[in-house]
C-alpha cells in the first residue's frame, strides 16, 4: 500500500472522467484506453487513502457494464471486503458476483469475513446478506448456515426476510441441511406478521418442495391459514401457486380450498391474482362445475382482452383442458386472437392446435392457418401443420383425396425452409404409400406444384443442403424447391404404370420447357430416370405416338448436362428396349450412346492395380471351338429367360384384369345400392365416389417392399 | 425464484447483471448473449414474455423483458414466480430509479453504479423478490447512505 502524492491527486481521474474518456474515445484507440485505465485502477486499489480506493472501485465497475473481463480483481475485492470502511466494504460487496463464481478459490477467504459482518449492526448485516445471496457455494453455506439461522429471530424485519431468502439458497445448495432446521424456521413463520417475511418464508417452502418434496405435510398448515386470512395480493399469488404444488402432492388439500378459491375469485380485481387462480382451477378443480364455469367465464374475458400479456396467460390456461371437446368451445376466440398476436403468441397457439386438432376441426384449423401465415410465423406454421397432418399416421384426416388435391399443393407453395421441405417430402411419401389410390392424382398434384415452379425464376435462392452422393462422391446443394421437385419427380416415376397416356405427354411437355433443365441441375438424373421409366411406358402401350421422338431428344439434352450418367440406369435401359422395340428402332437409338461409358468411380482405377503378368488387352479364351460352345449356351439361356418373362408378363395381365373386373363390379353395387336408397334420401350423390382408406397398420400394403423406401432415404 | 436478472442497454452493453444460481461464467457468458438477440423480438404490441423454448437457460424457465428508454430489463424465472408480478417488479425498479436519480436514464446507471446494484440488492437477495414496497425500499437505502456518512 502506498500514499498518492499531492501531484497524483491532481491527476487522479474519477469515474466521470472515465466515463466521458470512453464515450469520446475511437474504436481504434478504446484497446490503449482500457489498457491504461485498467494499470490505473491497478495502482489506485492498493493504495492508502480510501476514496482513491474507493474511486477506483466504481471504475472497475464501470470496466464490467464495457464488457470487459475484471477476475483479476478478485483478491483486492475480497480484501476491500475485510476493510474497516462501510462505503469500500458494501462496494466490495456489491462488486463480489462480478469476480467471483461458485468455483473461485478466494471464497474461502470471505467466510471469517462475513461472520465478523453479521456481529456488526443491521445495515452491515443486511448488505452481507445480499452479498451472501449472490455468491454462495456449498462450502461457504455449510459454514455460514448457523449464523444465517440466528438471523431468522433478528428484531428488525429487514434482516429476518434476507436472512431466510438466503436460507432457500442454502437449502437448495445442499439438501442435508434441511433437517433439524427447517422446523424451527416454520414456527417463527406461523408466529409473523409482517407480509414481506411471510412472502420470503412461502418461497423457501417452494425451494425446499423442489429438493425434498415429500416434507410437504409441514407446510400445509401454515399455507392454509394464510390463504384464510390473507388480504395481500402479492403474498396470495404466492400461496396459491405452492398450494398448486400441494394439491399435486397431496389431492385432498383441494377440497379445503374450493371455497377460498371461490371467494377470492369473486372479490378480487387484481389480473395477476385472477389468472394464478384460474390457471389452478382449469388443471385441479375440473370436478367442481360451478367453480370451472366462473373459471372459463375469466378465461374468455382474458382470451378477449386488448393487452397481449393477458392474452398470452389465458392460453397457456387453455393448456390445461385435456380434452379436445373443451378446446373447441374456446375456438374461435382463439383464432381470432391469433390474427392480433406477437411471434410468441403465436407459437403458443400454434402448440395448442398441434396437441388438440382432430377431425372435427381439421379442416377448419388447416385452411385458417394457411390463409393467416405471415412471413415471421410462416415456416412455424407449415411446421405445425405438417405434424397435425401426419399425427399418429394420418388420425385427423377423414378425407385424403382433398388433402392430397387441395391442401398439399397449397403448404408446398409456402414452405420457404428446407427442413420444411423435407418433412413435407417425408408426409407425402407416407401418404401415397398408406393410401394405394391416391397414387393415380400424382400428376395432378405435380401439375398444380411444379407450374408454379417452372414460372418462378428465383428456385436457387435461399439456404441450400449440401449433399454428397455416397458412391460417385459427388457434391451438390439443394434447396427447398428443389428438395420437393426430386420427391415429386420420383413420386410421378412410381406411378407411371398407373397414369393416362394424356398425363405422360403432359408431364414430357412440362419437362420440355428448357428452365426446368437449367434451374433443377442436380435433379436431372431424377429426371433422367422418370424419362426412361415413361418412355419404356409409352414405347409398350403406344410404340407408333408421336411423343417418342420428343423423349428421345430430351433424354439426350440432359445426357449432354450429365457428365457421369449411371451405368446402371444405361444398363436398364437397354434390357426394357431389347424387349420392346425392333432391331431397325435400335439401331436408330445407337447414336445416343456412341460415346465410350465412363467407369462408376473415375478415381477406382487408382487404388486397384492389375496383378502383376496379367495382360488385360488379351483374351482369356484361345480355343475357338470352346468360344462356340459358350455362345450356344448362353443364345439357349437367353431363350429360356424370354420364355419366363413372357410368362409372368401374362399372369400380370390376368391380375390386372381381374382387379379392374372387381373394381366395377363394386361400383355397380354401390349404384344399385344408392339407387335403392334413392327414394328414403333428399341428397342424391349422383357420381359414385372413390373412398380413400388410409392403412394405418404397421405393415404396408403388399407389393411395397420397406427396403425401397429406406433406399430412397438413404440417397437423400 | 428468478434465475437470472439483467439491465441491457439498447447498445448490448450489460449494465446489471444478476445470476442467483451457480453458474460459471463461461456459461453466463452464452447465456447473456443469446438473451440480447432475443431482444430484437420485443415489439410494442408483443406479449412481454415467452417460454424458454430454445432452452438458453432452461426449457422450464420463462423469460420476462421490459424495454423502458433506453435499457431492456430482462427476467429469467421459474415456474415459481408469478409473470406479471415480475413485470409490476421491473416497473417498480423504474419507479424508484426515478425516484433516486429524477428522470433516470441510462447515464445514471453508469455514473452511480453502487447505488443501482444496492437498489437490486435491497429488492431481489438469491433470487427470491423481499420487497416491492418502494418507502421500504428507499428507507434500506437512506439508512446505507447514513451509515457511510456516520464513517
Redesign the interface.
Known amino acids: 500500500m502506498f500514499h498518492l502524492s499531492q501531484m497524483d491527486q491532481i491527476f487522479l481521474k474519477s469515474l466521470a472522467d472515465v466515463v466521458r474518456t470512453s464515450r469520446t474515445t475511437s474504436q481504434y484507440d478504446k484497446l490503449t484506453f482500457t489498457t491504461q485505465t485498467i494499470a490505473d485502477i491497478k495502482n489506485e486499489i492498493q493504495s492508502r487513502q480510501e476514496s482513491v480506493r474507493y474511486q477506483a472501485l466504481l471504475k472497475l465497475f464501470f470496466l464490467a457494464m464495457e464488457g470487459n473481463n475484471i477476475r483479476w480483481a478478485e483478491f483486492q475485492i475480497i480484501n476491500l471486503m475485510g476493510s474497516g470502511d462501510f462505503q469500500l466494504k458494501l462496494g466490495a460487496q456489491l462488486a463480489a458476483h462480478l469476480v467471483i463464481d461458485n468455483q473461485s478459490q478466494g471464497l474461502i477467504m470471505v467466510t471469517n469475513v462475513f461472520i465478523k459482518e453479521f456481529k456488526c449492526g443491521h445495515v452491515e448485516c443486511s448488505t452481507t446478506l445480499s452479498c451472501l445471496g449472490t455468491i454462495a457455494n456449498k462450502d461457504l453455506s455449510d459454514n455460514l448456515l448457523t449464523h444465517v439461522l440466528k438471523l431468522t429471530t433478528n428484531t428488525k424485519p429487514l434482516i429476518r426476510k434476507k436472512a431466510i431468502a438466503v436460507l432457500s439458497k442454502i437449502f437448495t445448495i445442499n439438501p442435508m441441511n434441511i433437517s433439524g432446521n427447517l422446523e424451527m424456521v416454520i414456527q417463527q413463520l406461523q408466529k409473523e406478521t409482517n407480509i414481506s417475511v411471510l412472502a420470503c418464508g412461502i418461497s423457501l417452502f417452494c425451494s425446499v418442495l423442489k429438493v425434498a418434496p415429500k416434507l410437504y405435510p409441514l407446510f400445509l398448515s401454515i399455507v392454509y391459514d394464510q390463504i384464510s386470512k390473507q388480504k395481500s395480493n402479492w403474498l396470495l399469488i404466492k400461496l396459491v401457486r405452492i398450494s398448486n404444488k400441494l394439491i399435486s402432492l397431496e389431492p385432498r388439500f383441494q377440497g379445503k380450498l374450493i371455497e377460498h378459491y371461490t371467494r377470492l375469485l369473486n372479490q378480487t380485481n387484481s389480473k395477476s391474482l385472477q389468472y394464478e387462480l384460474i390457471y389452478s382451477i382449469m388443471k385441479y378443480f375440473k370436478n367442481h362445475s360451478q367453480l370451472y364455469e366462473s373459471a372459463g367465464d375469466i378465461l374468455k374475458q382474458f382470451l378477449n382482452h386488448q393487452d397481449p400479456n393477458l392474452r398470452c396467460l389465458g392460453l397457456e390456461c387453455l393448456t390445461h383442458i385435456s380434452t379436445s371437446a373443451g378446446l373447441m368451445e374456446f375456438q374461435e376466440q382463439i383464432l381470432e386472437s391469433f390474427k392480433k398476436s406477437d411471434y410468441f403468441s403465436k407459437l403458443q397457439i400454434l402448440q395448442l392446435f398441434k396437441d388438440f386438432t382432430n377431425q372435427q376441426n381439421f379442416q377448419t384449423v388447416i385452411e385458417f392457418f394457411l390463409k393467416h401465415s405471415d412471413l415471421e410465423s410462416n415456416h412455424k406454421i407449415i411446421e405445425s401443420l405438417i405434424f397435425i397432418i401426419t399425427k399418429d399416421k394420418f388420425i385427423n384426416v377423414d378425407d385424403p383425396e382433398k388433402l392430397l388435391l387441395i391442401y398439399i399443393p397449397v403448404i408446398a407453395q409456402k414452405i420457404d425452409t428446407i427442413d420444411n421441405a423435407i418433412r413435407f417430402k417425408e408426409m407425402l411419401f407416407e401418404l401415397l404409400t398408406r393410401v394405394p389410390g391416391l397414387k393415380v392424382y400424382s400428376d395432378q398434384l405435380c401439375n398444380q406444384i411444379l407450374q408454379t415452379y417452372a414460372t418462378q425464376s428465383d428456385s436457387l435462392q435461399g439456404p441450400t443442403l449440401n449433399i454428397v452422393q455416397r458412391h460417385t462422391q459427388l457434391k451438390y446443394s439443394l434447396n427447398h424447391r428443389e428438395i420437393i421437385f426430386k420427391s415429386l419427380i420420383m413420386i410421378v416415376g412410381e406411378s407411371v404404370k398407373l397414369l393416362k397416356l394424356e398425363a405422360l405427354t403432359n408431364i414430357i411437355q412440362f419437362l420440355e420447357q428448357l428452365n426446368i433443365l437449367n434451374c433443377y441441375e442436380s435433379s436431372l438424373s431424377d429426371i433422367d430416370s422418370l424419362l426412361f421409366k415413361i418412355y419404356i411406358q409409352i414405347i409398350k402401350t403406344d410404340p407408333q405416338n408421336e411423343i417418342i421422338p420428343q423423349i428421345e431428344q430430351l433424354i439426350k439434352n440432359i445426357y449432354n448436362k450429365l457428365h457421369n450418367i449411371s451405368i446402371v440406369k444405361i444398363s436398364f435401359f437397354y434390357e426394357s428396349l431389347i424387349q420392346n422395340k425392333s432391331k431397325d428402332q435400335l439401331q436408330e437409338l445407337q447414336n445416343l450412346y456412341e460415346e465410350d461409358l465412363p467407369p462408376i468411380n473415375l478415381e477406382a482405377q487408382k487404388f486397384i492395380k492389375p496383378p502383376e503378368g496379367l495382360d488385360l488387352s488379351k483374351s482369356f479364351q484361345i480355343d475357338i471351338e470352346e468360344i462356340e460352345k459358350i455362345k450356344n449356351t448362353n443364345s439357349e439361356y437367353i431363350e429360356q429367360k424370354q420364355l419366363i418373362q413372357q410368362q409372368q408378363q401374362q399372369q400380370q395381365s390376368d391380375s390386372n384384369q381381374k382387379e379392374q373386373e372387381d373394381q366395377n363390379n363394386q361400383i355397380e353395387r354401390r349404384q344399385e345400392n344408392e339407387e335403392e336408397l334413392k327414394q328414403f334420401n333428399n341428397k342424391v350423390d349422383p357420381s359414385p365416389k372413390k373412398v380413400f382408406k388410409i392403412n394405418r397398420d404397421e405393415e404396408l400394403p403388399p407389393g411395397i417392399d420397406q427396403n425401397d423406401i429406406k433406399k430412397f432415404k438413404e440417397e437423400e | 425464484?428468478i434465475k437470472v436478472f439483467l439491465i441491457v442497454s439498447s447498445s448490448g452493453?450489460?449494465?446489471i447483471?444478476?445470476?442467483?444460481d451457480?453458474?460459471?461464467?463461461a456459461r453466463?457468458q452464452q447465456i447473456e448473449q443469446k438473451l440480447i438477440v432475443l431482444t430484437s423480438?420485443l415489439?410494442p404490441?408483443?406479449?412481454?414474455?415467452?417460454?424458454d423454448?430454445d432452452g438458453i437457460y432452461d426449457k422450464k424457465c420463462k423469460i420476462v423483458m421490459r424495454f423502458f428508454g433506453t435499457l431492456y430489463f430482462i427476467a429469467v424465472i421459474d415456474?415459481?414466480e408469478?409473470?406479471?408480478?415480475v413485470?409490476?417488479l421491473i416497473q417498480n425498479i423504474v419507479d424508484l430509479m426515478d425516484k433516486i436519480f429524477d428522470n433516470a436514464c441510462e447515464l445514471d446507471?453508469?455514473?452511480h453504479?453502487?447505488k443501482m446494484?444496492?437498489l437490486i440488492?435491497?429488492i431481489i437477495?438469491?433470487?427470491?423478490?423481499?420487497?416491492?414496497?418502494i418507502m421500504?425500499i428507499q428507507e434500506?437505502l437512506k439508512?446505507?447512505e447514513t451509515?457511510?456518512k456516520n464513517?
Open positions: 425464484m452493453k450489460i449494465r447483471r444478476r445470476f442467483y451457480e453458474v460459471e461464467f453466463q423480438k415489439s404490441n408483443s406479449c412481454n414474455f415467452f417460454k423454448l415456474e415459481d408469478s409473470e406479471l408480478g413485470l409490476d446507471v453508469l455514473y453504479p453502487d446494484n444496492a440488492d435491497e437477495v438469491a433470487g427470491i423478490v423481499v420487497e416491492t414496497n421500504d434500506a439508512q446505507q451509515q457511510i464513517k
